[in-house]
């Protein structure tokens, strides 16, 4: 059974940290590319930011470049996002998905508030 589980969502304030967890398992998570996606409140689903299947190959959207960091680690089946200098308009629910070739996979999102 594929599952993609975020975790580490939670309120901070301006200015602030959090990294975002996602587990993954059921599927061969080496071979897929990762992305992290937020969805605010009356807004479409953005992409935030993507990583190749081995990790040679990252992009960032401008809104979060400079100051999320997007990161893998193949052997605990994990993505991470760190993200720093937070603003009130990175919150959202934030999302992990996992795609290759045809598949794609997402977990349940985890939100992110940013207030003081």
């Known amino acids: 059974q594929v599952q993609l589980v975020e975790s580490g969502g939670g309120l901070v304030q301006p200015g602030g940290s959090l990294k975002l967890s996602c587990a993954a398992s059921?599927?061969?998570?080496?071979?897929?590319?990762m992305k992290w996606y937020r969805q605010a409140p009356g807004k479409e689903r953005e992409l935030v930011a993507r990583?190749?299947?081995?990790?040679?190959?990252?992009h960032y959207s401008d809104s979060v470049k400079g100051r999320f960091t997007i990161s893998r680690d193949n052997g605990k089946n994990a993505l991470y996002l760190q993200m720093n200098s937070l603003k009130p308009e990175d919150a959202a629910v934030y999302f992990c998905?996992?795609?290759?070739?045809?598949?794609?996979?997402w977990g349940q999102g985890t939100q992110v508030t940013v207030s003081s």
């Open positions: 059921g599927f061969t998570f080496s071979l897929y590319a």
């Open positions: 998905n996992a795609n290759y070739i045809y598949r794609d996979y």
């Open positions: 990583i190749s299947n081995g990790g040679g190959n990252i």
